[in-house]
């Protein structure tokens, strides 16, 4: 592959040369590679998909502050800092931004400044020699109580791992492939046209040079399909057309194949994803929950409550997510009915998660619990309605046992 890019560009450059080739063959059409970076890895949709999918699932996580004991410390003034980072993000926005940065570099800072809470770019880190890391922006040193590095940890206790760095050469080579389809059916397919002439080219033939570049006028005309142009040739030149030398199925084989594997630079298998997302929504989400998303959750916890706390407090910043948040409403209803019925929760806990108002009223913050899980024939373990009844009643219930 190298070696002929580098016969093609001495080509190219020997043409570029020749002042008169540039005067006849005026419009010239060059494929060129695309190199990935922050500004343009987002154009590759399966990129985007995938980033999308993961990162609104930690957007839509509540974050909580929690004690030693797990218990939820309510309006820790934390939360008010998470929920307003800045001046410039929300806390979802910031929380999907740390995600994405993230997945895509490998690496992700963290600035706590005051009760302002940022995320710093082009940070310079390194360990000394008493194994303490030190960080720099733009040559002047933060504070470590102030900074995390949050790392996808690969093989390096420095640098995280991201996918600018581990599908490199996948990723380029798919975003290639996409922008010759779209550049090809952009210009129209790309339709060529080889003239064959019985003489030599001539530079100082200006008859020659003139005719070739009204031929060339007339070709350019044709932009649209119900155009119709007729040239007249003279003796020794003659117009063929050529085939692009851009298969589509060939291309589109190769996408198929490599577009996937971005996927597993994200934690995610795509053809596995792909047919849950099908199937099964809730499955697909809970795959997607525990493939990528709960290791992040647990990255960003880790850190955050670092960043916050510090080393010797016992509170904790945990990411809590319902996955309710994305299944079908349908699916809602149905494990809502059976949460109710098998006295899993109660009445208005079930109107909340289904959207409607909560009642408040003691009959529908009570747990009930069916028939069926009772021992058969036990009517009291599950009805109370015999209380007050007669003795005969209750009896007959006995002698039913």
Not at 14 to 22: C, H
Not at 74 to 88: I, R, T
Not at 209 to 232: F, G, H, N, T, Y
Not at 344 to 357: H, Q, S, Y
């Amino acid at each position: 592959m190298g070696l002929r890019d580098r016969f093609t560009n001495y080509l190219y450059n020997q043409l570029e040369k020749r002042g008169w080739f540039e005067d006849i063959y005026s419009n010239t059409i060059r494929y060129g590679g695309r190199y990935v970076n922050d500004d343009n890895i987002l154009e590759s949709s399966d990129v985007y998909e995938l980033l999308q999918d993961i990162s609104n699932q930690m957007m839509l996580a509540e974050i909580v502050v929690e004690d030693r004991d797990g218990n939820e410390i309510k309006n820790h003034s934390v939360l008010k800092s998470l929920k307003n980072p800045n001046n410039y993000l929300t806390g979802s926005e910031f929380i999907k931004l740390m995600t994405n940065t993230y997945l895509l570099q490998g690496e992700v800072f963290p600035v706590l400044d005051g009760n302002r809470l940022h995320l710093a770019s082009n940070v310079y880190t390194e360990i000394d020699e008493h194994l303490i890391e030190h960080f720099k922006i733009g040559g002047e040193e933060i504070p470590s109580f102030m900074i995390r590095h949050v790392k996808n940890i690969g093989t390096s206790h420095l640098q995280g791992v991201g996918l600018l760095h581990l599908g490199k050469n996948t990723l380029e080579g798919v975003m290639s492939a996409e922008k010759v389809l779209t550049d090809k059916y952009s210009k129209g397919g790309l339709l060529a046209f080889l003239l064959k002439l019985d003489a030599h080219i001539n530079p100082q033939n200006a008859a020659q040079s003139k005719l070739i570049k009204a031929i060339l006028d007339q070709l350019e005309a044709i932009d649209e399909s119900r155009s119709v142009k007729m040239i007249p040739l003279g003796k020794g030149y003659s117009i063929e057309s050529m085939k692009s030398p851009i298969e589509d199925e060939k291309i589109l084989a190769y996408l198929n194949v490599y577009k996937k594997d971005l996927g597993k630079f994200l934690g995610i298998n795509v053809d596995t994803y792909t047919a849950l997302t099908k199937s099964d929504l809730e499955k697909a989400m809970m795959y997607l929950h525990n493939k990528a998303v709960r290791p992040i959750m647990k990255n960003f916890e880790d850190h955050l409550s670092l960043l916050f706390f510090g080393r010797d407090s016992d509170n904790r910043i945990k990411f809590k997510i319902n996955i309710l948040d994305f299944v079908p409403y349908s699916t809602k209803t149905n494990i809502g009915y059976n949460i109710v019925r098998t006295g899993i929760t109660a009445p208005d806990n079930v109107a909340d998660m289904l959207g409607f108002p909560k009642q408040n009223t003691p009959e529908t913050q009570a747990v009930y619990i069916s028939n069926d899980l009772s021992k058969i024939g036990e009517k009291k373990a599950t009805d109370d309605s015999l209380k007050g009844g007669d003795e005969s009643d209750k009896e007959e219930g006995n002698a039913d046992r």
